[in-house]
């Protein structure tokens, strides 16, 4: 799987402290997918990463983002 990152996702990935081990983890591994949004929970967490398109194995990512509100998104 080939994964692009957005200047968007790049920006905010660094902005927000959350580094490409967590993002790949979060796509190899995700506990669901939905509108397309892979999310996975992380301690006492979630993370988000929010893809644009799916296609021939490449993966785009417009943006990532942490929540505390767990059951929101699970």
């Given at each position: ?6 200047k968007?996702?790049?920006?905010r990935m660094?902005?927000r ?5 967590e993002?790949?983890?979060?796509l190899?591994?995700?506990d669901?997918?939905?509108n397309n949004?892979?999310i996975?929970?992380?301690d006492s967490y979630?993370?988000i990463?929010?893809v644009?398109?799916?296609s ?9 983002f942490?929540s505390?509100k767990i059951?929101?998104?699970l």
């Amino acid at each position: 799987m080939k994964i692009i990152f957005t200047k968007h996702a790049l920006e905010r990935m660094k902005e927000r402290d959350i580094g490409f081990k967590e993002v790949k983890s979060t796509l190899k591994n995700p506990d669901k997918i939905a509108n397309n949004r892979y999310i996975k929970k992380i301690d006492s967490y979630v993370l988000i990463v929010v893809v644009n398109e799916e296609s021939k194995g490449v993966i785009k990512i417009v943006t990532v983002f942490k929540s505390s509100k767990i059951s929101k998104y699970l």
